[in-house]
């Protein structure tokens, strides 16, 4: 098991265990790890961020390797340059979803895709046993990366008809969360003809808006906009910019899984008897989409480098996580907002129709998620209470608890905050009401014992 790398990178409450001290002596590590340059580092809007930056780039230089700093740019940004530009490998300092007293760190492998679980061990080992590297024969040096926007929304357009999207001149509502894709999608869509209304547009740490993480609940000046303006679709990102969560026409919030389905049969009509990725708690429905177009499910656990890695590894299509993260395999194995963003209106163009007509054509599909505080300390016992009462559950990751085959039930402990998931399916509304009320008093109930 991991002690310091989370679900996705390494985070921590900055200046609490997540110190300067830390990060110097990690980016000792993961600079040995990769062991030679140049690196690409790229930071988030968060404050701490650029102290963070200087610290990373003045560790690595003491090893002897060199390094670019691309600046404030979106996650999937640097991913892209990472692998187009030739780096041998990344580092992006974000805490994603994080609230703002958290930062974190994200290792980006050659290929432009983070690295692997096993490589996260390697690098966590050399941490522990201080067995870094120690005299160089030169000092590394610190340079700046300046291709990678323009770069990473070119490779975006290669893949998409954007001469079709160009002539539907769509209306688009951007909630840039105040992050990272300030720097980036209103351009992108500038690129596609678009007439764009900004929502969150300055990029602050403190995320006043609305927070960093776009949910249902706190959309509602997306969806508002998107209605006022008549646009097409609206779409929100989270504070680094890999995940997107959209608005329909009509201003309803889609879950993460409702827009991948859309998207996935979009992307399958072109490209049958291919493979799709995604986790445990995703809605079932993606398995009925793929066999209409002769193609695959592969599941994984939850995470975006469970998903991105099983796609290299087995050159999947498609790759999906219900929180509203998107990978296209052409492009690049990793959740990407902007690339998102583009395959939506390219669908959107190719069909004709309305997305809140695209989203009726699905198979009824009810999903939901909550979030449970609870102490890192209790969360093995939650676990195991429930593996106790329910044992012929799935504990791949967490445990999922079959009800009966068309209602299910996910509790798995956060990789990055002291809170527990609770994600449910069900049959109907009703049901999945029912279902989430009853396993929610549950969780609470074995956390206060």
Same mark, same amino acid.
């Given at each position: 098991m991991a002690k310091f790398f989370g679900t996705n990178g390494i985070r921590g409450i900055f200046s609490e265990d997540f110190t300067l001290e830390f990060v110097h002596d990690m980016t000792l590590a993961i600079g040995t790890y990769f062991?030679?340059?140049?690196?690409?580092?790229? =930071? +988030?809007?968060?404050?701490?961020?650029?102290?963070? &930056?200087?610290?990373?780039?003045?560790?690595? /230089?003491?090893?002897?390797?060199? &390094?670019?700093?691309?600046?404030?740019?979106?996650?999937?940004?640097?991913?892209?340059?990472?692998?187009? $530009?030739?780096?041998? #490998?990344?580092?992006?300092?974000?805490?994603?979803?994080?609230?703002?007293?958290y930062n974190g760190i994200k290792p980006v492998a050659k290929d432009g895709v983070e690295i692997s679980r096993e490589d996260e061990l390697v690098i966590e080992d050399i941490y522990l046993k201080k067995s870094w590297i120690v005299n160089p024969s030169k000092w590394g040096t610190t340079g700046t990366e300046e291709r990678s926007i323009e770069m990473h929304l070119n490779g975006i357009l290669s893949h998409i008809d954007s001469k079709l999207i160009e002539s539907k001149k769509f209306r688009v509502v951007l909630d840039l969360g105040n992050g990272t894709q300030a720097v980036s999608a209103p351009d992108f869509c500038k690129k596609l003809q678009c007439e764009t209304f900004l929502v969150n547009e300055n990029i602050d740490g403190n995320f006043p808006g609305r927070g960093?993480?776009? !949910?249902? *609940?706190?959309?509602?000046?997306?969806?508002?906009?998107?209605?006022?303006?008549?646009? +097409?679709? #609206?779409?929100?990102?989270? #504070?680094?910019?890999?995940?997107?969560?959209? &608005? +329909?026409?009509?201003?309803?919030?889609?879950?993460?899984?409702?827009?991948?389905?859309? $998207? !996935? *049969?979009?992307?399958?009509?072109?490209?049958?008897?291919? %493979?799709?990725? !995604?986790?445990?708690?995703?809605?079932?429905?993606?398995?009925?989409?793929?066999?209409?177009?002769?193609?695959?499910?592969?599941?994984?656990?939850?995470?975006?480098?469970?998903?991105?890695?099983?796609?290299?590894?087995?050159?999947? %299509?498609?790759?999906?996580?219900?929180? #509203?993260?998107?990978? =296209?395999?052409?492009? /690049? *194995?990793?959740?990407?907002? &902007?690339?998102?963003?583009?395959?939506?209106?390219?669908? $959107?163009?190719?069909?004709?129709?309305?997305?809140?007509?695209?989203?009726?054509?699905?198979s009824p599909s009810f999903t939901t998620k909550d979030k449970v505080p609870c102490p890192p300390k209790k969360m093995t016992k939650l676990i195991s209470s429930l593996k106790e009462e329910f044992p012929s559950s799935d504990v791949t990751d967490g445990i999922k608890i079959l009800v009966d085959p068309k209602n299910w039930v996910m509790v798995r402990p956060s990789g990055t905050e002291p809170i527990v998931r609770v994600y449910a399916e069900a049959e109907s509304q009703e049901k999945l009401y029912s279902l989430m009320s009853e396993y929610l008093n549950k969780v609470k109930t074995i956390i206060s014992r």
């Open positions: 062991e030679r340059g140049p690196m690409l580092i790229g =930071y +988030d809007g968060r404050e701490s961020s650029p102290i963070i &930056c200087k610290v990373i780039s003045s560790a690595l /230089n003491s090893i002897g390797i060199d &390094c670019n700093v691309a600046g404030i740019v979106p996650t999937p940004c640097l991913e892209f340059a990472v692998k187009s $530009l030739g780096y041998s #490998g990344g580092i992006m300092i974000t805490a994603s979803h994080n609230p703002s007293q960093s993480e776009p !949910t249902p *609940q706190n959309l509602s000046i997306l969806s508002k906009t998107v209605v006022e303006n008549n646009a +097409d679709v #609206g779409i929100a990102f989270d #504070g680094d910019g890999d995940r997107s969560i959209f &608005c +329909d026409n009509n201003g309803d919030i889609l879950t993460g899984d409702k827009s991948a389905f859309v $998207l !996935t *049969q979009h992307i399958l009509k072109k490209n049958p008897n291919s %493979l799709v990725v !995604t986790c445990l708690n995703s809605g079932s429905n993606i398995e009925k989409i793929a066999e209409k177009f002769n193609s695959k499910v592969i599941r994984t656990k939850v995470g975006s480098v469970e998903v991105s890695r099983k796609m290299v590894s087995t050159d999947a %299509l498609i790759g999906f996580e219900e929180n #509203g993260g998107f990978m =296209y395999g052409k492009h /690049n *194995q990793v959740r990407d907002g &902007c690339m998102t963003l583009g395959l939506m209106l390219e669908l $959107l163009a190719t069909s004709g129709k309305s997305l809140s007509d695209e989203i009726s054509f699905l």
